[in-house]
């Protein structure tokens, strides 16, 4: 009989509970439900995971740095049964929750579940976005940096990803709460953020000319200094500015990012230089058995039917 599948449905479920009676409650007690928290995902992780007790990985966390595999598909906020996919060739990056930080930070979990083969590489993804009244102090960072983490405590994951569209007023925010989590992160914790291109091509002060004598080809761009292990450029939805965008940042290198209903994926992501280590691909529908077993043989199946609406 074969292993049943690890999800992550129960125990984000579980988190929501807990999340909520935390927001009510004071200092002390937010403190002992977070350690309740993770008991009951540590639970859900032994009960849920596919693998036996003789092969499982059992820590909650990897004691050294695991790269991605070939190909890593984002799962967003939408069911997924990814059974069909072979773990020696595909991961998941899921989305595990959403940050909307004001004057205050909320944390919106995922709602949907997601069926996957056990031992898989998987990563929980966390979207920040910055609401209307965002504002960049001690507390707000803070307390962005502790959900972020709360996120990286799930069990069977390999690191966390960040996905946060920082303005250039809020780079300095989005910085220091990657420092803080970095800090917090166990050793071996793998923490990788989505980029955008221009991210990715962009001098860390366009305006400043470099010393006499010295050259300007291929200046840092503002990631250089993030404590992040891979900085993903997200290949798609660029239009017209296809291309206008050479990566030079060094975290941009090992990765890319594309989408399964824009043209010529398979060349973009061959054609990539330098060529990426692992190849992130979003999908804005559900992802299909024909696509997994397409996507075990190594070919990145095209969506001719667009986004969904």
């Known amino acids: 009989m074969p292993p049943p599948p690890q999800t992550f449905h129960s125990k984000l479920r579980y988190i929501r509970v807990v999340s909520a009676l935390s927001r009510r409650s004071g200092t002390h007690t937010r403190r002992a439900l977070s350690a309740c928290l993770l008991a009951l995902a540590l639970f859900f992780a032994a009960t849920l995971h596919g693998d036996s007790p003789t092969t499982a990985n059992n820590s909650t966390h990897l004691q050294s740095p695991i790269q991605p595999p070939p190909i890593v598909l984002w799962a967003w906020e939408e069911p997924e049964d990814l059974r069909a996919a072979d773990p020696q060739r595909l991961g998941v990056a899921f989305l595990a929750d959403r940050i909307f930080v004001s004057d205050t930070v ?3 979990p995922r709602h949907q579940r997601i069926l996957v083969p056990p031992s898989i590489w998987a990563e929980a993804v966390v979207r920040i976005e910055a609401a209307p009244g965002f504002q960049d102090n001690e507390t707000t960072r803070s307390a962005t940096a502790n959900d972020l983490l709360q996120a990286a405590r799930l069990p069977r994951i390999r690191g966390i990803e960040v996905d946060f569209d920082a303005t250039a007023a809020q780079r300095n925010f989005y910085t220091d709460v990657l420092r803080q989590l970095r800090a917090a992160l166990p050793p071996g ?3 990788e953020i989505t980029a955008l291109v221009s991210w990715c091509a962009q001098p860390q002060d366009q305006s400043q000319s470099m010393p006499q004598g010295q050259s300007n080809a291929h200046p840092q761009s503002w990631l250089h200094s993030l404590p992040v292990d891979a900085a993903i450029p997200m290949n798609f939805r660029l239009g017209q500015h296809v291309g206008s965008w050479p990566v030079r940042e060094p975290l941009c290198m090992g990765t890319t990012g594309i989408s399964t209903d ?19 691909i979003f999908s804005p529908r559900p992802w299909t058995h024909d696509q997994l077993v397409a996507l075990n043989r190594g070919l990145i199946p095209q969506d001719t039917k667009g986004a969904t609406e």
Do not use: D, F, N
């Open 106 to 108: 909320k944390v919106v």
């Open 262 to 280: 824009e043209p010529g994926l398979q060349e973009s992501a061959s054609s990539a230089s330098p060529r990426p280590r692992t190849i992130y």
């Open 189 to 191: 914790e793998r923490l």
